[in-house]
């Protein structure tokens, strides 16, 4: 049986993640595959428990695991904690620890949240991105790093660093998911300015070379920004280091109508982790306001790529769809006026979706 490391964190992430747990258990009810689900504390959660973002015994769960289903982490209780002690480190360390590598941001248009997106409809009703981002290296890993005092005076620096190596085999996954969609794709850096970018668009060029099929262009990263908003549907995959890739993945999620909506896979060699993309928004935490429907999302991208299951994938996904199509709106999605409903009625709504009745 597969073993699933499930760590609900901090803010909007126990609610958010409580739906999507009930949807695998739902799955696994109705003859999906079997998991065994293994509860674990991550970021301010385990701070309070533990004293460490990650402790121990959560890393060696994470380890054990095939898959990690986290919520979100942080909040302004622990932003006055040294570096090492933010709730973040927690999510940080267990990218790094389990060597996940390829975080998969898909950015989708739902049909019936086209009028969500503060974009005019006829510029997103096309979108389909997938944001490919490199995630265990780039400057959030980068040594040296730290902050001093030099003769009375604060200073603080990190390092932008990726050796050939972590570019290619992240090069290499985003020209296959290519591969497997529209046949283009999209490199960001910023080279015109950075040596470190500038290797990123070399190594990205020389890795073209094994996939003739594919459409190569590069873009930097300011115009990446603009033309993500000028014309979004001309993007197909769109590859990044990791500090652009966070940085592109919530403006793209924009284009959706919510980052409320968009899942993520981080995947390693035989590890992954799947959350959402949105943070632990502790603005509505404990409210019942939070949109469950990333998360959720997030279990389908499981189901797809940690648990062989597609069809599976697919049914999760089209469980999502028909409560949309039912007309059910968490507040980030409802047009303004309209009613919405609670993040537990959403997780709800999508189990009896599945189930085959209505919610
Ligand atoms: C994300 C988040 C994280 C990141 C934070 C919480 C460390 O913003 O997953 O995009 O910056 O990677
Ligand atoms: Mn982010």
């Given at each position: 049986m597969k073993k699933i490391a499930f760590f609900p964190g901090d803010g909007i992430g126990p609610e958010i993640s409580s739906c999507a747990r009930q949807v695998l258990e739902c799955v696994m009810d109705l003859g999906g595959p079997a998991v065994e689900i293994q509860e674990g504390l991550v970021g301010g959660a385990a701070l309070d428990a533990e004293?460490?973002?990650?402790?121990a015994a959560s890393l060696d769960l994470a380890l054990a695991a095939d898959a990690v289903l986290l919520g979100a982490v942080g909040g302004p209780?622990?932003?006055?904690?040294p570096p090492e002690k933010r709730p973040e480190q927690g999510l940080l360390r267990l990218r790094k620890a389990l060597d996940l590598y390829a975080n998969l941001r898909p950015a989708q248009i739902f049909p019936q949240l086209?009028?969500?997106?503060?974009?005019r409809p006829e510029l997103v009703r096309e979108v389909d991105i997938l944001v490919v981002r490199e995630l265990?290296?780039?400057?959030?890993?980068?040594?040296?790093r730290g902050r001093e005092e030099v003769d009375g005076k604060r200073r603080a620096y990190n390092t932008m660093v990726y050796d050939e190596d972590e570019i290619r085999r992240i090069a290499r996954v985003a020209f296959r998911a290519a591969q497997g969609r529209r046949g283009k794709l999209c490199s960001v850096d910023k080279a015109n300015v950075l040596e470190c970018t500038r290797l990123w668009r070399e190594v990205v060029t020389e890795t073209a070379q094994e996939f003739p099929d594919v459409q190569l262009e590069h873009l930097y990263v300011d115009n990446a920004a603009m033309q993500l908003i000028r014309y979004?549907?001309?993007?197909?995959v769109l590859l990044t280091g990791n500090m652009f890739g966070d940085i592109l993945s919530d403006e793209a999620s924009q284009l959706t109508g919510s980052i409320g909506m968009l899942p993520s896979a981080s995947l390693g060699e035989g590890r992954a982790m799947y959350e959402?993309?949105?943070?632990?928004?502790?603005?509505?935490?404990?409210?019942?306001?939070?949109?469950p429907l990333a998360t959720i999302l997030s279990v389908a991208m499981m189901l797809r790529h940690?648990?062989?299951?597609e069809a599976w994938a697919l049914r999760v996904e089209k469980a999502v769809t028909a409560v949309l199509d039912q007309g059910l709106r968490t507040a980030d999605i409802a047009p303004p006026g309209t009613p919405v409903i609670g993040t537990a009625a959403m997780g709800n709504a999508v189990v009896a979706a599945l189930r085959g009745g209505s919610a």
């Open positions: 004293g460490e973002p990650l402790p209780k622990w932003d006055g904690l086209v009028d969500a997106s503060p974009l265990t290296g780039d400057i959030y890993f980068g040594e040296p979004p549907a001309q993007f197909d959402p993309i949105h943070g632990s928004a502790p603005d509505i935490a404990g409210q019942d306001k939070a949109n940690s648990l062989a299951a």
